[in-house]
């Protein structure tokens, strides 16, 4: 799955020289963020998908394409970019730690011989990463959360962020240094003032809704789906005949892998998304944790639902994660090229 961890066959000495870890972190964010460049809109429609409906209301958008056709037609070309900031943010700081972390444990507990980590160890490895990059990044990507939804709200309920540290400065001033993570996070706008339920060290009547934890949770289910399914898919694409290692075949695992992905774990995608963009109604937040958010969409909206935004999930997590490897593989071939060679 991390071409970057990969070692080499031979011993110590006969290992090629490569970059140094910090270049290698580098570049996995720098990988991240283009992609997300190109797969912005999709996230972007995937937002606004599991949010129509909400609090049992009419759906707002019938299908992705439908979702698109209205962001354009209200908002503009511009429109369908909106949280583009926070996106990259978010992979600046996500994509970067997982790939970091990932690199660093592969290469320990890789065998002195060059022998790698098992199957299950790498996927212990990859989850381990991936918590740990979603709590890095969860500021991100609740400020991303809010400025995507931001266009489906009416005028004088929406928070007009500028931008992510616009977004990040705003949340912090209104409504405390720990909504950035929804660890005691009871507050909303109501009139454009951030109400909290806290008041000073008293205990809330309800325990506080724990946003960071359902991004892990949904960090952990990826990540064991991703790498179960992409290692196995690329097995059976090469073993096929039809395929050798290169490009072509990464890119079908990955779809194939995007697809299994998609379907584990949208169910907690769409209670991390509710949970990051709810507000607090009458002193109450609407919603008490991520098992009470799965609940009420079964009830109000039915249980398919809760693979809302499918079609454009699907759609960028496959492209994302073949532009991130080709972007990364670039950016490695040349700092080979530059700084290794010869």
Same mark, same amino acid.
């Given at each position: 799955?991390?071409?970057?961890?990969?070692?080499?066959?031979?011993?110590?000495?006969?290992?090629?020289?490569?970059?140094?870890?910090?270049?290698?972190?580098?570049?996995?964010? &720098?990988?991240?963020?283009?992609?997300?460049?190109?797969?912005?809109?999709?996230?972007?429609?995937?937002?606004? %998908?599991?949010?129509?409906?909400?609090?049992?209301?009419?759906?707002? *958008?019938?299908?992705?394409?439908?979702?698109?056709?209205?962001?354009?037609?209200?908002?503009?070309?511009?429109?369908? *970019?909106?949280?583009?900031?926070?996106?990259?943010?978010?992979?600046?700081? *996500?994509?970067?730690?997982?790939?970091?972390?990932?690199?660093?444990?592969?290469?320990?507990?890789?065998?002195?011989?060059?022998?790698?980590?098992?199957? &299950?160890?790498?996927?212990?490895?990859? %989850?381990?990463?991936?918590?740990?990059?979603?709590?890095?990044?969860?500021?991100?990507?609740?400020?991303?959360?809010?400025?995507?939804? /931001?266009?489906?709200?009416?005028? /004088?309920?929406?928070?007009?962020?500028?931008?992510?540290?616009?977004?990040?400065?705003?949340?912090?001033?209104?409504?405390?240094?720990?909504?950035?993570?929804?660890?005691?996070?009871?507050?909303?706008?109501?009139?454009?003032?951030?109400?909290?339920?806290?008041?000073?060290?008293?205990?809330?009547?309800?325990?506080?809704?724990?946003?960071?934890?359902?991004? %892990?949770?949904?960090?952990?289910?990826?990540?064991?789906?991703?790498?179960?399914? #992409?290692?196995?898919?690329?097995?059976? !694409? &090469?073993?096929?005949? #039809?395929?050798? /290692?290169?490009? !072509?075949?990464?890119?079908?695992?990955?779809?194939?892998?995007?697809?299994?992905?998609?379907?584990?774990? %949208?169910?907690?995608?769409?209670?991390?998304?509710?949970?990051?963009?709810?507000?607090?109604?009458?002193?109450?937040?609407?919603?008490?944790?991520?098992? /009470?958010?799965?609940?009420?969409?079964?009830? *109000?909206?039915?249980?398919?639902?809760?693979?809302?935004?499918?079609?454009?999930? #699907?759609?960028?997590?496959?492209?994302?994660?073949?532009?991130?490897?080709?972007? &990364?593989?670039?950016?490695?071939?040349? #700092?080979?090229?530059?700084?290794?060679?010869?």
């Amino acid at each position: 799955m991390a071409a970057t961890a990969s070692p080499g066959a031979g011993g110590m000495d006969a290992k090629p020289r490569t970059s140094p870890k910090s270049v290698k972190f580098l570049f996995g964010g &720098l990988a991240g963020m283009g992609a997300t460049v190109f797969v912005q809109p999709l996230d972007l429609v995937k937002n606004r %998908m599991q949010l129509s409906g909400e609090g049992a209301k009419t759906r707002e *958008y019938k299908t992705s394409f439908h979702a698109l056709t209205s962001i354009l037609r209200a908002e503009g070309l511009r429109g369908i *970019y909106t949280g583009l900031s926070a996106g990259l943010l978010r992979q600046a700081t *996500y994509t970067t730690t997982r790939l970091g972390i990932y690199t660093v444990l592969f290469e320990r507990l890789t065998g002195a011989d060059g022998t790698p980590p098992g199957f &299950l160890l790498k996927a212990l490895i990859g %989850m381990t990463a991936g918590a740990t990059g979603a709590f890095v990044g969860t500021p991100a990507e609740v400020a991303l959360i809010r400025m995507t939804a /931001d266009g489906r709200l009416p005028p /004088d309920q929406r928070r007009g962020y500028k931008n992510v540290f616009d977004a990040l400065i705003r949340i912090v001033r209104e409504e405390g240094v720990p909504t950035l993570w929804r660890v005691s996070e009871g507050a909303g706008d109501l009139g454009g003032v951030g109400v909290r339920s806290w008041a000073f060290l008293t205990p809330p009547p309800h325990p506080p809704p724990q946003g960071c934890i359902p991004t %892990m949770a949904r960090a952990v289910v990826v990540n064991a789906a991703q790498l179960a399914s #992409y290692s196995q898919s690329k097995q059976f !694409l &090469l073993d096929s005949g #039809y395929f050798s /290692d290169n490009i !072509l075949c990464h890119f079908c695992a990955s779809m194939i892998s995007g697809l299994v992905t998609t379907a584990a774990s %949208m169910p907690v995608d769409i209670a991390k998304t509710r949970i990051q963009n709810m507000r607090t109604i009458d002193g109450k937040p609407e919603y008490k944790n991520g098992l /009470d958010v799965l609940v009420k969409v079964i009830r *109000y909206e039915g249980f398919f639902s809760l693979w809302k935004g499918f079609t454009p999930y #699907y759609a960028r997590l496959g492209p994302h994660t073949v532009l991130t490897f080709i972007f &990364l593989e670039q950016m490695n071939k040349a #700092y080979k090229r530059l700084f290794l060679s010869g």
